[in-house]
């Protein structure tokens, strides 16, 4: 398993921006992919964007699509999360995982509290 740290979340008035960066215990990452998920308040976490490490394919959650971008720098870490145009139900905390093989992701971090203000 990697250890991640998560950061940049914070509050935000609705249309406005945040980064968020997933910082690892390891320079490269060797695994399937890695992606960012969030839970708010009373619902289940859901999947908002991933990539894949090899490759870079990216896949976004329709709710967040043409607002939110994951990258990463040369298929290195950190891994961010470029989020813009925020409502108030992306409201939610921001977790990172990384998945050593497809479909199970298997390492976490604490998460990042992003509120959107309307």
């Known amino acids: 398993q990697v250890q991640l740290t998560e950061s940049g979340g914070g509050l935000v008035q609705a249309g406005g921006s945040l980064r968020l960066s997933c910082a690892s215990s390891l320079r490269t990452f060797s695994g399937y992919a890695m992606g960012w998920f969030r839970q708010a308040p009373g619902k289940e976490r859901e999947l908002v964007a991933a990539i894949k490490w090899s490759g870079g394919t990216t896949f976004y959650a329709d709710s967040v699509k043409g607002r939110f971008t994951i990258s990463r720098d040369n298929a290195k870490m950190p891994l961010y999360l470029q989020m813009s145009n925020l409502k108030p139900e992306d409201t939610a905390v921001y977790y990172c995982?990384?998945?050593?093989?497809?479909?199970?992701?298997?390492?976490w971090g604490q998460g990042t509290q992003v509120t959107v203000s309307s």
């Open positions: 995982a990384a998945a050593a093989i497809a479909g199970k992701y298997d390492s």
